[in-house]
Nanobody, 126 residues
Framework: QVQLVESGGGLVQAGVSLRLSCVVS????????MGWFRQAPGKEREFVAA????????TYADSVKGRFAISRDAAKTTLYLQMNTLKPEDTAVYYC???????????????????WGQGTQVTVSS
């Protein structure tokens, strides 16, 4: 059974950094695409960043490009999202997700992800 468990969220002031973690388990993730998505109150879930578990190929939403960095530690089976220079508009519940049919690039489309974590709240005050 695939499990994704996020942690690292919290209440922070604008301008600071925060790192989210997502521990994955239940299978060998091989060539999966791994993504971070977020959902703010009253808004649809949106793509943030994604990475190929095997090769490290990454993609980012324009709104976070240059501020956020996605990475993974295969030995620790953990996905990370380093978030720098946080803004109030980054406030959302952040979810990690796994796409078992990712090829050749990690997807930005939430419907293509098979497995999801429970989410972790990030609140950025101004």
């Amino acid at each position: 059974q695939v499990q994704l468990v996020e942690s690292g969220g919290g209440l922070v002031q604008a301008g600071v950094s925060l790192r989210l973690s997502c521990v994955v388990s239940g299978r060998t993730f091989g060539d999966y695409g791994m993504g971070w998505f977020r959902q703010a109150p009253g808004k649809e879930r949106e793509f943030v960043a994604a990475i190929k578990w095997s090769g490290g190929r990454t993609t980012y939403a324009d709104s976070v490009k240059g501020r956020f960095a996605i990475s993974r530690d295969a030995a620790k089976t953990t996905l990370y999202l380093q978030m720098n220079t946080l803004k109030p508009e980054d406030t959302a519940v952040y979810y990690c997700a796994a796409d078992s049919n990712s090829w050749p690039f990690p997807s930005q489309i939430s419907a293509e992800y098979d497995y999801w974590g429970q989410g972790t709240q990030v609140t950025v005050s101004s």
